[in-house]
């Protein structure tokens, strides 16, 4: 079996300042806790990078840590990575590919929360500078399935001309998740918030069904088709000198021919 390197990248909840990814490959043994060291990413900050050897075709079960005791283990499930190539983990979202930069706000910022355990969920927002809602907020929209999985909220926000939203999350009973004080920046179109991580990748977006290509039908060769009312050939013939430079021949006629090639 061939071993290649895996090179994932972890969007690590807001307040971490290291992160290590505790793994298992396959069906294999657990790397010792807390797992290996991951590397901050240049130019992405709250991101962290490793490189796991595995075989093709085979998973990385994975839970992540600070190094100090906080773990983002998917919700008790871990983190099901398929090896090769470039991997990232944002937001409960296991995807294709390194991290990549949202497009900015533009007017409107679809905005998606997945809380723990609420069965409802409230932004309390400020659109740039401007006023903050009357707490708890705009109610979000229970999405009834994600990719990203279940439990996931959306609603959406006119921005206007500003840069960025200020937001944080409760249940409208009194539970508030404020990003440990800090409350949540968002600057871009898109942004998903989940165990104190925030990706502008879209949670709930389907993969669209490519549309089957048409297979050609072959257009069938005729069959050639028998010649009918075709004469037989004469019988009784017969062939004679008639000179030094001439035969005569003769034969019985044959109903139906028009002429005789000899």
């Given amino acids: 079996p061939v071993v290649t390197g895996t090179a994932v990248y972890y969007q690590a909840p807001s307040g971490w300042s290291a992160a290590n990814i505790h793994y298992q490959v396959g069906t294999g043994a657990w790397t010792t806790a807390?797992?290996?060291?991951?590397?901050?990413?240049?130019?992405?900050?709250?991101?962290?990078?490793?490189?796991?050897?595995?075989?093709?075709?085979?998973t990385?079960?994975?839970?992540?840590?600070?190094?100090?005791?906080?773990?983002?283990?998917?919700?008790?499930?871990?983190?099901?990575?398929?090896?090769?190539?470039?991997?990232?983990?944002?937001?409960g979202l296991v995807t294709s590919g390194k991290p990549e930069k949202g497009d900015p706000l533009a007017g409107t910022l679809t905005l998606y929360y997945k809380p723990a355990g609420w069965t409802t969920a409230y932004a309390h927002y400020q659109v740039g500078s401007g006023t903050w809602t009357?707490?708890?907020?705009k109610q979000l929209t229970a999405v009834a399935q994600c990719t990203a999985g279940a439990g996931w909220f959306t609603t959406t926000i006119e921005t206007g001309s500003a840069a960025n939203v200020t937001v944080a999350f409760n249940?409208?009973?009194?539970?508030w998740d404020n990003n440990a004080s800090k409350n949540y920046t968002l600057t871009t179109k898109v942004a998903a918030v989940s165990g104190g991580a925030v990706s502008f990748k879209d949670p709930c977006a389907t993969t669209p069904t490519p549309t089957p290509t048409a297979t050609p039908t072959s257009t069938p060769t005729p069959t050639p088709t028998n010649p009918t009312n075709v004469p037989?050939?004469?019988?009784?013939?017969t062939a004679a000198s008639a000179s030094s430079t001439?035969?005569?021949v003769s034969w019985t006629a044959v109903s139906g021919a028009t002429k005789y090639e000899i």
Avoid: C, H, R
């Fill in 34 to 58: 807390p797992g290996a060291a991951m590397t901050a990413v240049d130019g992405f900050p709250g991101w962290f990078q490793a490189t796991v050897q595995a075989e093709a075709g085979q």
């Fill in 60 to 91: 990385i079960n994975a839970a992540f840590n600070n190094g100090s005791g906080a773990w983002d283990n998917n919700a008790t499930k871990n983190y099901a990575i398929p090896s090769g190539g470039d991997k990232s983990v944002s937001g």
């Fill in 134 to 137: 009357t707490a708890p907020g």
């Fill in 171 to 175: 249940n409208g009973s009194g539970a």
């Fill in 232 to 237: 037989g050939l004469p019988g009784g013939v």
């Fill in 246 to 248: 001439s035969v005569a």
